[in-house]
């Protein structure tokens, strides 16, 4: 198994510039999160999805689109990129104890 | 709301024992769990406590007063290898874990 597999690994991006960050997973894991992580800020939740066909928003949604068509497939889109989104984007899927994520490697994005 | 309060920052030496401690203001909580992220990696998933008390996994501990709002992580034998970042994270019963902003432990020789 792969585990969680995010693409791509690093992307710089000029000021109002679209993008998808792609995140799979092979586990067969219902519910699926993106983090954005600042050095200081911890881990913090822009969408999730509990399902195939779901999404909701977390605690940083602006600026950020997500979409789930496939149960192992989590997309998140940035439509006008911005330098505040400079951040490191982390994908995780659950296996059924919520408290036990599994993450991906994460996509390094500079907004210029 | 949530709210979870750790060190900025914790320095040992190798072969000592450190503590970590995470408070945290929360409603409906369920349980404290624990991840490790070394520089330019991924959190990795280190232990979960649902009760009161202490759980040990190898070198590695956490405890849990649910009364105090209050846990820590012990590392013991420290390696340099443990140098890293330390997060604690509640869950609430939703599958919307809360994260704090993690202590980064620095291991010297």
């Known amino acids: 198994n792969a585990g969680v597999t995010q693409t791509p690994k690093f992307r710089v991006l000029k000021t109002g510039q679209s993008m998808t960050l792609l995140c799979a997973q092979d586990?067969?894991?219902?519910?699926m999160y993106w983090y954005r992580q600042d050095p200081g800020m911890g881990l913090r939740l822009i969408h999730y999805s509990v399902g195939e066909g779901t999404t909701a928003k977390g605690e940083v949604p602006d600026g950020y689109n997500v979409s789930r068509l496939k149960k192992q497939n989590f997309l998140l889109g940035l439509e006008s990129a911005a330098p505040s989104q400079t951040s490191v984007y982390f994908c995780a899927s659950v296996r059924g104890k919520e408290y036990e994520q599994y993450f991906g490697p994460g996509t390094r994005l500079t907004v210029t | 709301g949530q709210s979870l309060e750790q060190p900025s920052e914790v320095t040992a030496v190798e072969g000592a024992i450190v503590q970590i401690n995470c408070t945290y203001q929360?409603?409906?909580?369920?349980?404290l769990s624990w991840y490790q992220q070394h520089d330019g990696g991924a959190p990795t998933f280190l232990s979960y406590n649902a009760l009161d008390g202490l759980e040990e996994t190898g070198r590695f501990s956490s405890f849990l007063s649910r009364s105090d709002s209050y846990g820590y992580l012990l590392l013991q034998e420290l390696q340099m290898k443990d140098s890293a970042s330390y997060f604690c994270a509640v869950s609430r019963g939703s599958y919307i874990p809360t994260f704090g902003r993690g202590t980064s432990l620095i291991v010297h020789p």
């Open positions: 929360t409603s409906g909580f369920y349980g």
């Open positions: 586990m067969n894991h219902e519910y």
